[in-house]
């Protein structure tokens, strides 16, 4: 592989993080005003509207902490095989997860 192969290689991946990060952001976006005119528009009283909205509000705070979680995940996981192992370092731990797999090949 030559450098221009890698330079190449590194910038498809940047590309491939900004168009997810993108993505992310407006489903975020767009979750958050579908919500606020499903609440909004809907016909109830003032104060079983404020209480629908302080409800959804907390559920989809909840549902972002739990995606963003799984996403954080991810991305470590992705982190973690583009670096390759971990064990070869010094300061590697014993339960280096690298080393059950080369223990398993």
Known sequence: MNLLDL???NKKKASKKQT???????AGIGTAVGVAAGVLLAPKSGKETRENIT???KETLENVKEGLIVAKEKIEEM???E???CCNEASAS???ECQDDKEAE
Not at 20 to 26: D, H, L, N, T, V
Request: some cysteine.
């Open 7 to 9: 330079f190449n290689q």
């Open 20 to 26: 997810a990060k993108i993505a992310a952001i407006g």
């Open 55 to 57: 409800k959804t509000t």
């Open 79 to 81: 982190v973690k095989k």
């Open 83 to 85: 670096k390759g192992c």
């Open 94 to 96: 014993e339960d280096c």
